[in-house]
């Protein structure tokens, strides 16, 4: 079946290709949560995919539609002009009539112009006609059949009663299907929008809320986290590995990082996580291998500094498209918009290498932990299915102890774990590395001391003799032979001096 597209990458998606043609749909929601937005641009989209439109309205004036709409870009009179578009201001009397009327302008143009999308806004109008809840059902029965007739496919605006949110109205029944959009409070200063597609009849959809944005281009739709359609992660052979950049750090890592793994470097601020991921970067364009750098955290120009540091020239790589670098400030972040924009980059470009800085923050945007786990599985499915390796780093949040993790699910759910801490020896302090885990691996089980130069970070020596590192705080394990010496050494002089 040739499906209508909506125009909207994420709206076809979640209505799996789009719309069905010559079926009826209702776009339900309360006041501000985008309704004549989203119906309005359908059509604007189909008029720029060739087709005709034609936008029927009750209550809003032509003139604020258009002025409207060209905050978003759309020149709604420009399409009049041309005659791709017809908006005509009526009343739902006299739209039934015109219906009915061949010779009437309503029936006309559908007839003429081959319209293939109408909106009606909206349909909630219909009420004034008929007090009788059996009789209003019958008039608005037959004006959507008196459309569909017409081999067009119509559009439905209906007002949400807010009071009565839990109600199921009549008009959900009499359509082919129903996309609900909400306005939710998030916080004390916040709302969000989303969209839910409720039921589409003779045709499936994704189903669960996704993250609808308004936007200075208009209406944006970010499904929410699916697995790949593809099927499960691809499994790769043990030694399909990609160099880490890091020197000493392939050698624990049994020759490097799968392709196609996630690996969750934690660690607290200052201990290497960002030099890591940076290199891990770098090293890949040095091959040719395409990477994206999703920073959340710090400033780009921070980071370009900071890669300046150990001699990795980032705007250079960026020039020469090798790195990609992706900052999204971690006030606002939206993780279904993240993740949709990383899926279209990961499909459409040659992407080896994808660096998320930090995780953390993403943590924190997620207060539903089940959501959470499957993010973060989502994430790393798409990586497996594409043969994507990635880094994602992670904040700690402890500068001296043990690996503290928010939330320990995230950590088995990723193929690998680097941890990274500071260590006190001696009344100095250090830095070290250890691989806690490496699926399908064989890896370095040791502790290892750290050190960052002006050629970026390198795996020194592994702590001997020593108990204690994971704590933070290392003492001596065994008495060392010097020890033993001056021990007995002290013992001989006791017994001399007993002797005298």
């Known amino acids: 079946m040739q499906l209508l597209k909506t125009g909207m990458a994420g709206l076809d998606e979640i209505l799996c290709g789009g719309l069905v043609p010559h079926n009826s749909y209702l776009i339900k929601g309360i006041p501000g949560s985008g309704k004549t937005t989203l119906g309005v641009e359908i059509i604007l989209q189909g008029i720029t995919l060739g087709e005709l439109g034609l936008i029927v309205t009750f209550e809003e004036r032509p003139e604020k539609l258009c002025r409207d709409f060209a905050n978003y870009g759309w020149d709604l009179r420009q399409f009049e002009r041309d005659h791709s578009l017809k908006i005509i201001s009526t009343s739902p009397l006299a739209a039934r009539e015109m219906l009915s009327n061949p010779?009437?302008?309503?029936?006309?143009?559908?007839?003429?112009?081959?319209v293939e999308r109408l909106l009606i806004d909206s349909i909630s109008s219909f009420a004034r006609l008929e007090d009788d809840p059996v009789r209003l059902r019958?008039?608005?029965?037959?004006?959507?059949?008196?459309?569909?007739?017409?081999?067009?496919?119509?559009?439905?605006?209906?007002?949400?009663?807010q009071l009565h949110s839990g109600q199921v109205s009549f008009e959900e029944y009499l359509?082919?299907?129903?996309?609900?959009?909400?306005?939710?409070?998030?916080?004390?200063?916040?709302?969000?929008?989303?969209i839910e597609i409720l039921k589409t009849r003779g045709h499936r959809h994704i189903e669960g809320r996704h993250t609808l944005k308004i936007g200075s281009h208009g209406v944006e739709i970010y499904p929410s986290c699916q697995a790949s359609p593809t099927g499960y992660t691809i499994s790769t052979s043990p030694d399909d590995k990609l160099t880490s950049g890091v020197a000493g750090l392939d050698t624990l890592l049994g020759g490097g990082f799968p392709i196609g793994s996630t690996t969750l470097v934690a660690g607290s601020s200052g201990t290497g996580k960002t030099t890591i991921v940076t290199q891990f970067l770098a090293a890949g364009a040095k091959i040719g291998q395409r990477g994206l750098f999703v920073l959340l955290q710090e400033n780009p120009?921070?980071?370009?500094?900071?890669a300046r540091s150990i001699g990795i020239d980032l705007p250079r790589l960026e020039r020469d498209k090798l790195i990609t670098i992706m900052f999204l400030s971690p006030i606002n972040i939206c993780v279904d918009e993240l993740l949709f924009t990383i899926r279209q980059l990961v499909l459409?470009?040659?992407?080896?290498?994808?660096?998320i800085d930090s995780l953390s923050d993403l943590v924190n945007s997620i207060s539903d932990d089940n959501y959470l786990k499957d993010f973060v599985?989502?994430?790393?499915?798409?990586?497996s299915c594409n043969r994507v390796t990635a880094l994602l780093s992670y904040d700690s949040g402890n500068m001296f102890g043990n690996l503290d993790l928010a939330h320990n699910k995230i950590a088995g759910s990723l193929h690998n774990l680097l941890f990274l801490r500071y260590v006190e020896i001696e009344g100095g302090i250090t830095r070290a590395l250890s691989v806690l885990k490496m699926r399908g691996s064989q890896h370095d089980k040791g502790i290892h001391e750290i050190v960052t130069t002006d050629q970026g970070l390198s795996i020194q020596r592994r702590f001997e003799g020593r108990e204690g590192l994971m704590t933070g705080t290392a003492k001596k394990s065994v008495i060392e032979m010097d020890e033993i010496i001056d021990h007995v050494s002290r013992l001989d002089e006791a017994k001399k001096n007993l002797n005298i």
């Open 348 to 355: 459409n470009h040659t992407i080896s290498r994808i660096v």
């Open 377 to 383: 599985f989502t994430l790393t499915d798409l990586f």
């Open 301 to 306: 120009s921070d980071l370009i500094t900071d």
């Open 103 to 114: 010779d009437s302008v309503l029936s006309r143009f559908i007839a003429e112009s081959k």
């Open 175 to 194: 359509t082919d299907a129903v996309i609900e959009l909400s306005y939710e409070q998030k916080g004390q200063r916040r709302r969000e929008r989303f």
């Open 138 to 161: 019958e008039i608005v029965h037959q004006f959507i059949g008196s459309l569909i007739t017409k081999e067009i496919t119509p559009l439905f605006i209906m007002e949400k009663n």
